[in-house]
């Protein structure tokens, strides 16, 4: 086991077999893997506090010292889970991961050990990392499923040559899924945010030839302009993505923020943006959750009510505005007091 807990901690993939897996009877070695997993949970719970602490020290202080955001850093390190779990490729996060002073990805191994050792157990996603998460594990599971979700969209606009990304935080698609020789990134976020990524994209010694990066306020209507001076050509189709971006805003600055992407691509062109519940906006709202996020600047704004009739409610947000609701996802769509979270492809119309 102790060979086990340092590959995990060396962020090592291991995807080769443990003892008791077994692919011949799944719900058998799923059961197997909950009785692996309450005592060793039970029994690792000191390691995983521990670890918990470093994790959540470097993420709000770390990143308030570096005057980046500390949210940026939570979705990564679901990211760097997918990845080192088996769940998804996600190297360039996990390689991204390693290299930032905001999190501990040693740490964060340590806290998931018992989960990484379960999953094995039961030869396939287990409790997290899950992109398809049981309605009472959707909560946790949001960056997995979310990444999965906006991936799958996103593999249906192979024939775009040109992507933006509002908000790009220390998301690494640009590195990876949309790279290639005739395709252009631009990377829209704060000026400090793409200088701290600037630099550990660097020395994590990922490939950014097909990026540009924009820095730009949302806030400021000017980002368009600085989009094209960075070299955007707005008469060919083009894929926006606003991952994680819509509960930072209001609600006038997200239909804002819309307009000017549509006013950028012509018909044919998509923007893809999640939006979160009201009920999930609420918890982050509350004194100790707003506390914390105002420590690096942030606070969230927007929430959707999905309770009764989500497709009205977002629809609403996109109405005037020629864009057409497209492929929508929905997080635990039949939970008590509705989805969690929606992703949204909205088509440019004419």
């Keep these: 086991m102790a060979q086990l807990v340092a590959r995990l901690v060396r962020n090592e993939k291991v995807r080769g077999s443990i003892p008791l897996r077994s692919t011949s009877y799944p719900q058998l070695m799923r059961l197997v893997a909950w009785l692996v997993f309450v005592p060793l949970q039970l029994l690792w719970l000191p390691v995983s506090i521990i670890g918990s602490v470093v994790v959540g020290i470097r993420q709000i202080f770390g990143s308030r010292r570096l005057g980046v955001s500390q949210t940026a850093v939570e979705i990564i390190n679901g990211r760097w889970a997918m990845d080192v779990f088996g769940l998804a490729d996600q190297s360039e996060a996990r390689r991204l991961a390693r290299v930032l002073p905001n999190t501990s990805t040693a740490a964060l191994g340590l806290v998931l050990f018992p989960l990484w050792l379960s999953r094995h157990v039961a030869g396939g996603p287990f409790v997290y990392p899950t992109a398809r998460p049981h309605a009472a594990l ?84 000017s980002w368009p302009d600085s989009l094209r001076a960075a070299g955007f050509d707005d008469t060919q189709r083009t894929v926006f993505l606003m991952e994680g971006v819509t509960l930072y805003l209001t609600r006038d600055q997200v239909r804002q923020t819309l307009r000017l992407a549509r006013s950028l691509g012509p018909t044919g062109s998509v923007l893809l943006m999640d939006l979160y519940s009201s009920d999930v906006v609420a918890l982050a709202q509350r004194p100790l ?62």
């Design 138 to 221: 959707a909560s946790v599971n949001f960056v997995p499923w979310r990444t999965e979700r906006i991936d799958s969209v996103l593999d249906n606009h192979t024939d775009v040559q040109q992507y933006v990304i509002l908000g790009s935080g220390l998301d690494t698609r640009g590195y990876r899924q949309l790279a290639g020789s005739s395709v252009r990134v631009w990377e829209v976020d704060t000026a400090e945010n793409i200088r701290f990524k600037k630099l550990h994209i660097a020395k994590a010694g990922l490939n950014t030839d097909s990026v540009s990066y924009v820095p730009a306020n949302f806030s400021d209507d």
């Design 289 to 350: 959750a707003r506390r914390t996020l105002a420590l690096t600047n942030e606070e969230v704004h927007l929430g959707v009510n999905f309770r009764h009739q989500p497709l009205t409610e977002i629809d609403e947000v996109l109405s005037g505005i020629r864009l057409e609701r497209g492929r929508v996802e929905l997080l635990a769509p039949n939970r008590r007091g509705g989805a969690l979270m929606a992703v949204v492809e909205c088509r440019f119309s004419k």
